[in-house]
Nanobody, 125 residues
Framework: QVQLVESGGGLVQAGNSLRLTCTVSARASNGVGWFRQAPGKQRELVAAISASGASQNYGRSVKGRVTISRNEDKRNEDKVYLQILRLEPGDTAVYYC?????????????????WGQGTQVTVSS
């Protein structure tokens, strides 16, 4: 069973940056995505990366302020990072990472089989 654990969320002032980390329990040949869901809104794609890390896709609402990257750390854990620059109050949401069933970049919610519990990001103005 694949497990994904998000970390790095918290309360941040507008204009600052934040890096979220998704730790994946098993090194799989699958793409990973970061999604977010604000209260009363639908879950939306923030960024997605392929299994190899060579390809990325970004959601329109964050394009230009977000970078997704992926590597395997010294303990052979698969880590997927989401760097968000110039945070805005509109970025306030629960951020989830998920693993898709494809090696290529996947952008649809239905492409993803495994989800983490989420980490809250709150941006104060």
């Amino acid at each position: 069973q694949v497990q994904l654990v998000e970390s790095g969320g918290g309360l941040v002032q507008a204009g600052n940056s934040l890096r979220l980390t998704c730790t994946v329990s098993a090194r799989a040949s699958n793409g990973v995505g970061w999604f977010r869901q604000a209260p009363g809104k639908q879950r939306e794609l923030v960024a997605a990366i392929s299994a190899s890390g060579a390809s990325q896709n970004y959601g329109r609402s964050v394009k230009g302020r977000v970078t997704i990257s992926r590597n395997e750390d010294k303990r052979n854990e698969d880590k997927v990072y989401l760097q968000i620059l110039r945070l805005e109050p509109g970025d306030t949401a629960v951020y989830y990472c998920a693993m898709s069933r494809y090696a290529a970049v996947a952008t649809g919610l239905s492409d993803y089989d495994y989800w983490g519990q989420g980490t809250q990001v709150t941006v104060s103005s």
